[in-house]
């Protein structure tokens, strides 16, 4: 079953009377030069809880933001509490199966694969949206990044053998933001507050910011001279980078900061959005804190990116290592194309 085409529309937007005070000048930086050339690819369907595989029909392009929230509950046996929302989950309290469709992730789940068929083993499960969910994981909300090109496929994560005693579905909302152009870093500056203790129990504070990162990131680098190093946000990586020299000739030398998972709400026009996100310190597979987020975005009359912004609000806590106590950042992160000049 294909999904009906619900909205698809290339318009002109004039107006910015809509963003909130906090965000105008953000919006006037991203929306300067007069109108801009929106893309917008809104699709809606039902997901049956009672077929492995649904075939959506949407194509989905290598770079692309793939927005899916699903609403509505749905039955996984006759049994009356044998029920669950798109997030899954077992009435036991069991996370994973070992006898479902991807037992890696959580079951009874809404979950999503990029190309393949409607039979169960085939194509690419998209990427995990909230760490610890698995590999397809879509749920009531998610919005990630598709490296693949192919078809969206949505399905239930139930036991191949038994979706006969399956029912209800689950109504779902895809947008599809196009991929973005071939710019994908864009100059980025923090301006935080770091608290921590120092020997003798008192509070101490101070400013942290672009330097510090870049000090930090060069000196577990073995990176003597900082002359080049740049902080930058990439776009289809979701991180915050260190980077050496600018545009072709960037080279990456690490990353401070990685932002997953949580909450993508975007406008139907897919010029802006407001998401909160989970921080990640280097390589930590464990959250250190959250990001709540402005994002904007222009195009060209090829509806390709041409335009990003985001402004966002930071807060995060990395644990005391050796003499260091604990300590606390909360400040701003700004990022985007027309923010620092050329």
Same mark, same amino acid.
């Given at each position: ?27 006037l ?40 929230t ?35 992730t ?21 990427p995990?949206?909230?760490p ?5 994981f ?38 599809? !933001?196009?991929?973005? =152009?071939?710019?994908? &870093?864009?100059?980025?500056?923090? +301006?935080? #507050?770091?608290?921590s *203790? /120092? ?8 400013a ?53 998972g949580? !909450?993508?709400?975007? =406008?139907?026009?897919? &010029?802006?959005?407001?998401?909160? +996100?989970? #921080?990640y310190?280097? *390589? /930590? ?6 990001l ?37 950042y ?13």
């Amino acid at each position: 079953m294909k999904a009906l085409t619900i909205a698809k529309s290339t318009w002109l937007l004039r107006s910015i009377s809509w963003f909130k005070p906090a965000t105008v000048i953000i919006s006037l930086l991203l929306f300067q030069n007069g109108g801009v050339a929106i893309a917008q690819e809104v699709y809606t369907l039902d997901v049956p809880s009672t077929v492995p595989w649904t075939d959506t029909g949407i194509n989905i392009a290598a770079g692309s933001r793939l927005i899916i929230t699903a609403t509505g509950t749905v039955h996984y046996s006759y049994s009356s509490y044998q029920v669950c929302d798109a997030n899954g989950g077992d009435y036991t309290g069991a996370q994973f199966l070992t006898d479902v469709m991807l037992p890696n992730t959580v079951c009874h789940s809404l979950v999503g694969k990029i190309g393949g068929t409607t039979a169960v083993g085939d194509g690419t499960p998209v990427p995990e949206g909230t760490p610890g969910d698995g590999q397809g994981f879509v749920g009531t909300s998610y919005s990630e990044m598709i490296p693949t090109t192919g078809e969206l496929f949505l399905g239930f994560n139930d036991d191949p053998a038994v979706f006969w005693d399956n029912s209800g579905s689950f109504s779902v909302t895809v947008t599809v !933001v196009p991929p973005f =152009s071939a710019q994908d &870093t864009y100059k980025a500056f923090v +301006a935080a #507050v770091a608290i921590s *203790t /120092n020997q003798a129990g008192n509070l101490i504070y101070r400013a942290f910011g672009n330097k510090d990162l870049i000090r930090e990131c060069a000196a577990e680098a073995g990176i003597t001279n900082l002359t080049g190093l740049y902080l930058v946000y990439d776009l289809k990586t979701d991180t915050l980078d260190v980077v050496h020299g600018t545009g072709t000739n960037e080279t990456l030398v690490c990353t401070p900061l990685t932002f997953s998972g949580g !909450v993508f709400l975007s =406008s139907t026009d897919s &010029t802006k959005s407001e998401r909160l +996100a989970w #921080v990640y310190w280097e *390589t /930590n597979n464990v959250a250190s804190g959250t990001l709540t987020a402005t994002e904007g975005y222009k195009y060209g009359v090829s509806n390709q990116l041409t335009g990003f912004s985001l402004f966002g609000q930071l807060q995060f806590a990395l644990p005391g290592i050796g003499t260091n106590a604990p300590t606390i950042y909360h400040g701003s992160l700004v990022a985007g194309s027309k923010l620092f000049g050329p």
